[in-house]
T-cell receptor
Framework: EAQVTQNPRYLITVTGKKLTVTCSQN?????MSWYRQDPGLGLRQIYY???????DKGDVPEGYKVSRKEKRNFPLILESPSPNQTSLYFC????????????FGPGTRLLVL | GQSLEQPSEVTAVEGAIVQINCTYQ??????LSWYQQHDGGAPTFLSY????GLEETGRFSSFLSRSDSYGYLLLQELQMKDSASYFC????????????FGRGTQLTVWP
């Protein structure tokens, strides 16, 4: 089954404790992206990757890091989480960019205390 | 900067037709996408318009006018399951990677 998986689905952590949210896709997609969703603000792009070893900033990259060492994986790293990073996070992938069907993962709910 | 405007709420009855408008202001525009999201779920891709005109996919159609910086999503033969949030999003920049979302339109379909 073609899918995008994220782990963990739910996470409660404390300020400053480094965490990683994993994202994996099994569709051999070149393009992957991370978004955060906050009430009333829609989705905002954090980082995206056009291919392995190629990443670039979206609209809200501050406080986040990403890496793309393999085609299927695109982890999101919060080196020192803060309460304003409490949000719902989605990973997505598509064949080659945003002009194609973009498949979203189920989301990760993060609470930073 | 960039901006995307879409209505915050729309209501309609089953079987009706509804149009959700989206106006945008952005540099480096190259396409308009639409996504559907049910409460508690992940967004689902509906359509992408890079060129002016109407794209039809089943009960849903999407339209783009680049000269007017305007697009819309048309939903026909509405069903209860169409109750969801609908987001327009603009692709922009020098690559096919940047995507900027509107704040979403909450569609409620009444029986």
């Amino acid at each position: 089954e073609a899918q995008v998986t994220q782990n963990p689905r739910y996470l409660i952590t404390v300020t400053g404790k480094k965490l990683t949210v994993t994202c994996s896709q099994n569709m051999n997609h070149e393009y992957m992206s991370w978004y955060r969703q906050d009430p009333g603000l829609g989705l905002r792009q954090i980082y995206y990757s056009m291919n392995v070893e190629v990443t670039d900033k979206g609209d809200v990259p501050e406080g986040y890091k990403v890496s793309r060492k393999e085609k299927r994986n695109f982890p999101l790293i919060l080196e020192s989480p803060s309460p304003n990073q409490t949000s719902l996070y989605f990973c997505a992938s598509s064949g080659s960019g945003i002009g194609e069907t973009q498949y979203f993962g189920p989301g990760t709910r993060l609470l930073v205390l | 900067g960039q901006s995307l405007e879409q209505p915050s709420e729309v209501t309609a009855v089953e079987g009706a037709i509804v149009q959700i408008n989206c106006t945008y202001q952005t540099s480096g525009f190259y396409g308009l996408s639409w996504y559907q999201q049910h409460d508690g779920g992940a967004p689902t891709f509906l359509s992408y318009n890079a060129l002016d005109g109407l794209e039809e996919t089943g009960r849903f159609s999407s339209f783009l006018s680049r000269s007017d910086s305007y697009g819309y999503l048309l939903l026909q033969e509405l069903q209860m399951k169409d109750s969801a949030s609908y987001f327009c999003a603009v692709g922009r920049g020098s690559t096919l990677g940047r995507l900027y979302f509107g704040r979403g339109t909450q569609l409620t379909v009444w029986p």
